[in-house]
């Protein structure tokens, strides 16, 4: 109980889940579209899953004992008490109190444009992605596939990641998930790449970084 209580105060916004758990992607979802960028821990994925389960049980959960979510360190509820606030118009304040969504100025969004120039230019290669996105997943395994191994930011494990999201948007990006940069520059998302490569650019542009 006490490692349930540690992992549910490291972020503002925490979220036990199961991948395979519809409720858990709809609060997630929801979390996302209100500027949060939540903790997801899937008890499916971890070894100690079955413990946590219990622990969160021990902590107010129901008999369903996912989605479990936190906000601020302190337990809110599972799918049906998260819905129920968001309705009553709560649950964004909340967020806003445990400083799980930030309102940025004009001079935030170019300091966070900056950071995501920054990471793209840290390798040859570099792709911005969600942990849970499988077009991600799959231009990573393309370009594996063609000798290179890229640099991968998932931007849902940063504090920042719904300001990096708008920033690649304003960067020119169609769908801001994956981003593809080479050599500093912006590719684009899964179609630009996939063009690419179906018309034999891709490879010209990867051979700097092909491993030998």
């Given at each position: ?5 540690d ?5 503002a916004?925490?979220?036990f889940?199961k991948s ?19 903790a ?6 971890d ?13 107010g959960?129901?008999?369903q ?6 906000i601020?360190?302190k337990y809110?509820?599972?799918?049906k008490?998260?819905?129920?606030l968001?309705?009553?118009?709560s649950?964004k304040?909340?967020?806003i109190?445990?400083?799980?969504i930030w309102?940025?100025?004009?001079e935030?969004?170019?300091i966070?444009m900056?950071?995501?120039m920054?990471?793209?230019?840290e390798?040859?290669?570099v ?5 849970s ?9 393309l370009?594996q ?7 991968v930011?998932e931007i849902?494990?940063d504090?920042e990641g719904?300001e990096?999201?708008?920033a690649l948007?304003?960067l020119?990006?169609n769908?801001?998930?994956p981003?593809v940069?080479?050599?500093?520059k ?13 018309s ?13």
């Open positions: 109980m006490d490692r349930v209580r992992m549910a105060s490291k972020k916004a925490v979220i889940t395979s758990c519809c409720m858990c992607h709809s609060i997630k979802t929801l979390f996302y579209e209100l500027g949060a960028s939540p997801i821990h899937e008890l499916d994925h070894a100690n899953g079955r413990e946590i389960e219990w622990a969160l049980r021990g902590l959960c129901n008999n004992a996912v989605p479990a979510v936190f601020g360190g809110v509820g599972s799918a008490d998260v819905i129920s968001h309705v009553d118009g649950l304040q909340m967020l109190d445990a400083r799980a309102f940025y100025k004009i935030d969004i170019v966070v900056d950071k995501v920054k990471l793209a230019s390798k040859g290669v792709i911005f992605s969600k942990s996105c499988c077009l991600s997943y799959a231009v990573n395994i370009f596939e063609l000798g290179v191994h890229p640099l930011y849902d494990q504090p719904r990096m999201e708008k948007i304003r020119g990006c769908a801001p998930i981003a940069f080479i050599a500093g912006l590719v684009g998302s899964t179609n630009e790449v996939m063009s690419h490569h179906l034999g650019a891709l490879m010209p542009l990867l051979k700097p970084y092909q491993m030998s």
